[in-house]
């Protein structure tokens, strides 16, 4: 059998996550010469599927396109030397992340205690917190100068994500950067008519995703934004730089945010 046709099977069986669909996760890993890897339930939390090939690619897409958006602006990874990964559920785009600024301290951090749980047992060099649904984070005011945080303002109510911003802007050290991805406009321009025009006449959407409890019960909703609403909020907490449309793994948008030096924007 071929590696290819070994991790379709291995899916399959994965999907039942019965301890011999853990074994050949467990296998499959092994065949990637990239071990060691989550396992298949914590890859399906943040992926959608637990295929391994394509965790891969878009751990490596994200870290590159954190990268290239930090270039857009004049930064680069080699000059951080805190990094705050918010929502880093399994690791997938921090593990790439440690090999791009290998001299960086990296701090993860997530609600889901199980992803945590395994990268704290399974990445050296970084450090991992749970967190609570809303602020604080254990950390004192301006400890990181990076913090990113993909694809989680993508989950977050209204409420939540002002709160979350107001806590990543006491975090964040001034002249620091905040780069959070959105669902924007490539990921809602295509739905009809009444749809779409839900989220322009707010500037944000919140859909409830009950099918998602099943497997990434973190995500079970999805916020969509509009590109006007997120410059105008977001400015009430940092400098916003720029604003990157589908810059993030070819679909959601990338807000780069600078913190100001006094605690205003
Ligand atoms: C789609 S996954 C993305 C995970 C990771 N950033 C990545 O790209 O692989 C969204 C993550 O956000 C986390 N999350 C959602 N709300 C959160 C919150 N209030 N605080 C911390 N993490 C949160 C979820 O647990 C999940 O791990």
Avoid at 151 to 166: K, N
Avoid at 243 to 251: E, G, I, S, T
């Amino acid at each position: 059998m071929t590696p290819q046709g070994l991790a379709e099977w291995y899916q399959a069986l994965a999907k039942t996550m019965l301890l011999p669909g853990a074994l050949l996760d467990q296998f499959a890993i092994g065949l990637t010469g990239r071990a060691p890897l989550p396992p298949a339930p914590l890859r399906w939390r943040v992926h959608g599927t637990p295929d391994l090939a394509s965790f891969l690619e878009v751990g490596d897409r994200c870290a590159q396109d954190i990268a290239k958006a930090l270039r857009q602006v004049g930064r680069d990874f080699a000059e951080f030397r805190r990094i705050l990964d918010f929502g880093c559920g399994c690791g997938r785009v921090l593990m790439p992340v440690r090999r791009l600024a290998p001299a960086a301290q990296c701090q993860g951090t997530d609600l889901d205690g199980e992803a945590i749980a395994w990268c704290a047992a399974n990445l050296p060099g970084c450090e991992f917190t749970v967190n609570g649904p809303e602020p604080p984070l254990p950390f004192d005011a301006g400890r990181f100068d990076l913090v990113y945080a993909i694809s989680v303002f993508t989950h977050l109510d209204e409420a939540s994500q002002f709160r979350w911003l107001a806590e990543l802007q006491r975090l964040t050290q001034p002249g620091g950067i905040l780069l959070v991805t959105v669902h924007g406009s490539a990921c809602w321009n295509g739905w009809p008519r009444d749809q779409s025009e839900a989220v322009r006449r707010k500037g944000i959407l919140l859909v409830q995703e009950p099918v998602m409890e099943v497997f990434a019960p973190y995500c079970a909703q999805n916020t969509y934004h509009t590109r006007e609403y997120v410059i105008e909020q977001y400015s009430r907490y940092f400098r916003v730089l720029d604003y990157l449309p589908a810059a993030m793994n070819r679909h959601q948008d990338v807000v780069l945010l600078e913190r100001g030096a006094s605690t205003a924007a």
